[in-house]
């Protein structure tokens, strides 16, 4: 979730908003240190920081800091157990902070930053009690650090950390794909060399792009980005895939199609030069092995759910 973005426009629809923020976590916890929610005076709320008891006392809290108006962030420490009977065990410190429209011009600025993809900002509690926020260009990470109110300063994410999609073909499985990844941690490029085939309007983290030579679009991708390719034609689909496989830098290539599909195209790229290593990284049939349905909402629900994976494993990867 893009917590700025979101505040911004709760301010703008309704005057003020609360952001609710997990600042600390010890022991099990539903949700981990950095997960927010956005809480409007109306009662309405995106994110989550875990869903259960703990979330519903965390919007009672911020309905009542709401209606007291812009002032200190309030700060709460609660036991998962004892005090709420979640069986988790752990213990967490929330913080909530009320914003209104004198606030709007510096959150606008947070907002802007999350959609440029900066990720992390250096925060520090002021002398008039409220968080200070300092859009920081030079740190690449997004994580929290403790943040405690003494005058310290920590780092927050900005926005979520989101893998790069790049998404190749616009047609019923595309669309269906396009849609499943709305909700998730990826920013998609959906790219399809018809203009027309692109619907009237795509989820936020979806940018669409007509390319006559989609194939062309792979030497902008990230490092690690992850490739889905479905267009209208076998012959763009084997140009994307050759490209993707031969460039050994992508953390996933997936091909829609059968067996009898990777078995034609595997034979093709092999007497084209590519070595049974760069091969090895193909997966056709995309998906999560076991679920077989082919209507598009089956295959964008069971791809999705492969991304995630990959996505989540290249992370923990990371992070040894």
Known sequence: MQAFRRLLEAIEAEGSAALVTLARVQGSSPREAGARMVVRPSGGFHGTIGGGALEWVALEAALTALKAGRGQAARRSLALGPELAQCCGGRVDWRIE???RQDAADIGLLAAAETEG???V???VGGDGRVERRIDRDR????LTESLPDGREWTEPLGESAGAVYLFGAGHVGRAVALALAPLPFVVRWIDSRRDAFPARAPANVALFHAPEPAAQL???PEGALIVVMTHSHAIDLDIVAAALKAERFGYVGLI????KRARFLRQMRDAGLTDSMLANLVCPIG???IEGKDPAVIAASTAAQLLMVSERTSANRAV
Request: hydrophobic share 35%; net charge positive.
């Open 118 to 120: 900066v990720k992390t």
């Open 140 to 143: 690449p990470g997004g994580r």
């Open 257 to 260: 199609g059968s067996a009898t």
């Open 288 to 290: 999560v092995p076991g």
């Open 122 to 124: 250096t925060a520090r």
């Open 98 to 100: 009320v914003f209104d």
């Open 219 to 221: 030497a902008e991708a």
